[in-house]
């Protein structure tokens, strides 16, 4: 059983909110924070919210366009991956969430995670280069930080990227430069899965690789944050 609700997070940009969901019980429990990619915070970035949950985590799917305009911000984030991608707006706004996330009174601090795709991704493994209070990113079809040795500061990664896509070749160098730093991860590229295949609700959904996905993140998860 589980609890959720929406919530106004104080500190970032105005308006800036999310939607929180919680196992029941006191905890105290460790904390995800879940970033969507460019569709906004909709009912598939939800349900994995919910999903999280149901395994005993506190998680927080933050909407990063909240009540802006979503072109607007999109080529705003997108053009700061390039040109500031370690210390832009939505970097400011995902720390502004984790600390909301880590003040709930049934959140452990000492155990807390992010998950993201497309967009959302390519922040989450940039987040994870700038903030010590990460212990474990998962990062699905994202860009890689510039410059990409900031990886060097990264928590460990544990990472899905489709064949079919530009950015198979992100995570394959992910894969190595983590590796050439001594970075704990798992990164794996999907034969024949595109763009948001996770997104159980987009025409591009691969549910093979989204199950397969799923587990290996469950697993990454509840070994770094036991």
């Not at 909709?42 to 985590?57: C, H, L, P, T, V």
């Not at 992010?114 to 079809?141: H, N, Q």
Request: glycine share 10%.
């Amino acid at each position: 059983m589980t609890t959720a609700q929406n919530v106004t997070i104080p500190g970032g940009t105005a308006g800036l909110n999310g939607y929180l969901v919680a196992p029941a019980g006191d905890g105290p429990y460790p904390g995800i924070v879940v970033i969507h990619e460019a569709f906004g915070l909709n009912d598939d970035i939800r349900s994995i919210a919910d999903r999280f949950a149901q395994e005993g985590y506190i998680a927080l799917a933050v909407d990063l366009f909240a009540g802006r305009n979503r072109v607007i911000c999109m080529f705003r984030f997108f053009s700061s991956m390039f040109t500031n991608a370690l210390n832009h707006g939505g970097i400011h706004d995902l720390r502004t969430t984790l600390t909301f996330l880590e003040n709930q009174p049934n959140v452990d601090k000492n155990r807390l995670g992010a998950i993201g795709f497309c967009m959302g991704g390519s922040f989450a493994i940039s987040w994870a280069c700038t903030d010590e209070r990460l212990k474990v990113v998962a990062p699905f079809y994202a860009m890689n930080p510039r410059p990409m040795d900031a990886v060097a500061r990264a928590c460990p990664v544990v990472g899905s990227y489709p064949e079919k896509d530009f950015t198979a070749g992100a995570g394959r160098k992910l894969d190595a430069t983590l590796g050439d730093y001594d970075i704990a991860h798992d990164i794996k590229v999907y034969p024949g899965a595109t763009h948001s295949f996770f997104n159980a609700a987009g025409g591009d959904a691969n549910e093979a690789a989204a199950a397969d996905a799923w587990e290996r993140v469950k697993a990454f998860f509840a070994e770094k944050l036991s």
